[in-house]
């Protein structure tokens, strides 16, 4: 975490995706879509409870022991022959591949969607040193060739209509005909010849991975177009970036995961192109295999304890597409990588709450995340936390002025008068005399000073003449 | 706000009359809203509801 990228404030960058009402009956219709569908594909497993917890106690069990888990795997790697990269943050994950391709010759490489590199923006350091990398998940080209940035995790140009697909494909495409239709299926089509060129000649694939199984070595892509197994089985060369966080402990683990994540993030019952692989296997695939194994901030995430199941996470969306913010904003809004709830708490995880401190506030704290998350991930619990950090952060390095602010007074002061019954019964009595001038036909419209934001949308109940427990006493 | 005027939308399309719910901070939230815009829907607290009694049928 050496220069963590400064996001821009989530209410801001919210406010532009608010007044786009194409964008927000676009994201309203797709993420009610795919809602309905995974509660439906959730629903037919009996053990779905179980499984999430299964899926839970791995997660925690690997993050626990993530010490010995590393070395387990960096073992297994080298002994099927492959080489394993350690990466202490993003400029060093993508000096090693940036190495490793010019070190093989090549000046053009195919990619599989990873979200990994997407953090560390691995392409765009490629491209400064003169490689150029295709993707080649259909979305992603799309965002690619948008010069955009995916704003869902699984599905990525899900901001985009296929009138717009179809101008960008002529504008940017050499190899597609004057004629191209707007029909999906003729779009892809499109992106499928021009595809075919680049995984035939390139030499060098790079991939993200779901999970690498620290028992055999094995390292996982689960994906749906088959363009993940392309880039890992025809290049020569094979690069594989991955997050620490991502090891599972045993091969038979999978079954766990197999189940949970393609109903969980497509609600699909089985996913479509699973592809595991093991180092390298003469004259079959390639046969140099490279694990680069990213931290970027995770060993520090995993240093708070309350925080650190943001890491348990595998990538599967459903919590964007339960969500109420999200359903409203869209993916761009939260500025980084990973958008949505899990992004709320994992950004500020990764990056520092310095770095993207008005994150943990884009929720509500409804908790529909955490009731379909596979791994359960107590998000509304993590925010809360995090919340509390920020407010830590800004007393501690935003001077005198934060340290002593208003905001901060008038929370210790009502923190008092709640936590103590008479405090509190005292507060009602005084403002029971003080609140005339405020109330105006039975409530509270307008609130004085600093105030006055907060009450610029609610109303406020007077204290009544006869509060609950004075009432409740006088009852025996 | 965006979410809110969906929820007074959602509020106004079923007729109702009162609009009850068992957390007061959701209460005012909406309840700010259904005011500020003179829809004429109150808003009530669940506890409001139960201690409603045939001799004060509007307990405050």
């Known amino acids: 975490m050496t220069d963590a990228a400064v996001h821009p404030p989530f209410p801001e960058a919210a406010r532009a995706a608010l007044a786009d009402s194409q964008l927000r009956h676009n994201l309203a219709h797709a993420t009610q879509t795919i809602r309905a569908k995974r509660a439906e594909a959730v629903g037919e ?26 070395l387990e795997l960096e073992g297994a790697v080298q002994q099927a022959g492959g080489v394993v990269h350690w990466a202490r943050d993003a400029e060093e994950a993508n000096r090693i591949v940036g190495d490793l391709v010019l070190a093989h010759g090549a000046d053009e490489v195919v990619k599989s969607k990873s979200l990994t590199t997407e953090e560390t923006k691995l392409n765009e350091a490629l491209g400064e040193r003169g490689i150029r990398a295709w993707e080649t998940d259909l979305a992603q080209l799309i965002i690619q060739l948008a010069g955009d940035a995916p704003s869902h995790i699984l599905v990525p140009a899900i901001h985009k209509n296929r009138a717009e697909i179809r101008e960008l494909f002529l504008r940017t495409l050499d190899d597609v005909p004057d004629d191209l239709s707007d ?20 030499t060098v694939g790079i991939s993200g991975a779901n ?19 392309m880039c890992t089985t025809l290049p020569e060369v094979l690069i594989t970036m991955v997050g620490i966080e991502k090891i599972i402990p045993t091969w038979q683990d999978l079954e766990v995961f197999l189940q949970l994540l393609p109903r969980s993030s497509t609600a699909e019952r089985m996913n479509p192109y699973t592809t595991l692989w093991t180092g390298v296997t003469p004259g079959d695939g390639p046969q140099k295999f490279h694990l680069v194994l990213v931290d970027n901030g995770r060993t520090n995430a995993l240093a708070d304890t ?29 500025g980084s990588t990973y958008p949505g709830p899990i992004g709320a708490i994992l950004t500020p995880m990764l990056d520092g709450v310095e770095a993207a401190g008005s994150l943990p506030y884009a929720s509500s704290l409804c908790g529909a995340c955490y009731e379909v998350c596979p791994v359960k991930i ?44 008479r405090a509190y019964e005292a507060a009602q009595r005084l403002g029971r005399r003080g609140q005339w001038p405020l109330a105006r036909h039975g409530t509270i419209e307008r609130l004085p000073g600093p105030l006055a934001g907060w009450s610029a949308m609610r109303d406020l109940r007077p204290v009544p003449a006869q509060s609950f427990r004075e009432w409740w006493r006088t009852r025996s | 706000m965006a979410m809110l005027s969906d929820k007074v939308r959602a509020i106004l399309d079923t007729g109702a009359e009162v609009c009850a719910a068992a957390d007061n901070s959701c209460l005012m ?21 139960l201690a409603c009694t045939e001799a004060r049928p509007r307990a405050r």
């Open chain 1, 306 to 334: 309350i925080g650190r199941q943001a890491l348990n996470c595998i990538r599967c969306s459903a919590c964007l597409n339960v969500c109420p913010v999200y359903e409203r904003t869209g993916g761009h809004a939260y």
């Open chain 1, 45 to 70: 497993v009996p053990d779905w409870e179980q499984l999430r917890e299964a899926g839970r106690a791995l997660k925690e069990r690997v993050l626990r022991h993530l010490d010995d888990y590393l």
């Open chain 1, 378 to 421: 107590n998000i509304p619990e993590v925010l809360v936390h995090l919340r509390q950090e920020v407010v830590e952060h800004t007393a501690r390095e935003g001077g005198i002025r934060k340290r002593f602010s208003g905001e901060r007074a008038a929370m210790e002061a009502l923190a008092r008068v709640f936590a103590d019954r």
């Open chain 1, 211 to 229: 999970f690498a199984i620290a028992e055999t070595g094995t390292v996982s892509v689960v994906e749906s177009e088959g363009n993940g197994r």
């Open chain 1, 183 to 202: 029909d999906p299926r003729a779009l892809a089509e499109a992106a499928r010849r021009h595809l075919r060129k680049r995984f035939l000649s390139a």
């Open chain 2, 29 to 49: 939230h909406i309840g700010g809203a259904l005011s500020r815009q003179r829809t004429g829907v109150r808003t009530m607290h669940l506890a409001e509801i």
